[in-house]
């Protein structure tokens, strides 16, 4: 068991008994405070707290690093000093903020109450990836669009699909978006049409964050897979439906999904989700060796989405569940890397579409409202079939057993008007 996820470790700092951020969780993110200071910081209930600033007073003696880790604008070179040293900050900040410990206490340069500082973008994204890994989603849209009887397509259950997206675009949670314009061919319509997306679309999601990998020509196992994720976050992977329509054949997603994909703040490491390993779907057919694994891969994380449409409150449309995922993290990252390619620290790689076999567990609306034919009713009365301008998407995650919960927080995005 890692020290810090001791389950009977109690903080002297308050945490409420729903919060996603007791003691055993520690995720990392970057802030800015009231100061105008940029720091990389962790989290425990309501309360952010300066890695910096602790540095500085010499708390993290006795681990190696380097005078200025903490000072920097990303995760980046953190992540790259590797996981025995992510281990060895986290054991000492649950140390130092454990209920036995007062020491600092009265530290006030420390410690921050949550609505006072503006959460960053936790890490430069390098490179992203987004996979489509959830079976229930690619039999759903292979239904809708193909054959029903042969929804998935013949490579689906051999490898873990995926394509390279944008990174310049994804944001954090809290940055607003406009509704993107582009092509789309209207419904018996000869010839494309240029405006704002009518089909405005989320994907309720995760993401994984690399650390630094092998050298280029050299693959990871997934047997060696965990020890080069840092964490996760939740994602929602914008989508523009119908520019998406028009645009994929033959080389998949390009406007319909550039223009932004957001991010949780804070980023759950692996070993604070430790306790919530379970099994994943069986596959079959049997994978090919380099796909192969061994014990639990998968992790029980609750996922919800909610919409907020403007002046009222917000409704629940989904509730799905990360272990429902077909192909795994070790297996996607496996998989990106048999051939070669490298991976770097805060590279980001998206899990897909994560749906559940019931549709209220779906994980966008292109299946909640089954394109458009089952509109979704708002508490205020109004209906959804996909996103409207000045609706927020709420996405939020947690993993919760034996009375200890650990979350992600939440992804709020607002969608503005076309520009």
Partial sequence: MIKANDPNRKSWIPVEKDSDFPIQNIPFGVFETTRGD???GTRIGDTAIDLAALHQLGYFEGIELPDDI???????PFISLGKPTWRAVRDKIAEIFDSNNIEIKHKAEVLHEMPSVKMKLPVEVGDYTD???????????????????????PNWLHIPVGYHGRASSIIPSGTPIHRPKGQTMPKDATEPVFGPCKLLDFELETAFITADGKPLGDNITTAEAEDYIFGMV????WSAR???KWEYVPLGPFLAKNFASSISSWIVTLDALEPYRTAGPTQEPKVLPYLEYEGDKNYDINLEVAIKPENTEETCV???NFKYLYWNMAQQLAHHTINGCNI????????GTISGPTPDSYGSMLEISWQGTKPVTMKDGTERKFILDNDTVIMRGYCENNGLRIGFGEVSTKVLPAK
Avoid: C, W
């Avoid at 996979?131 to 397509?153: C, Q």
């Fill in 38 to 40: 940029v720091t990389i």
């Fill in 70 to 76: 903490f000072m920097q604008e990303s995760l980046n």
């Fill in 131 to 153: 996979f489509y890994s959830s079976r229930e989603h690619a039999t759903n849209v292979g239904t809708m669009f193909r054959d029903p009887d042969n929804a998935l397509m």
């Fill in 234 to 237: 939740l994602f929602n992977d």
């Fill in 242 to 244: 119908d520019i998406q």
């Fill in 318 to 320: 989904s509730k799905s």
């Fill in 344 to 351: 770097h620290a805060g590279d980001m790689m998206g899990s």
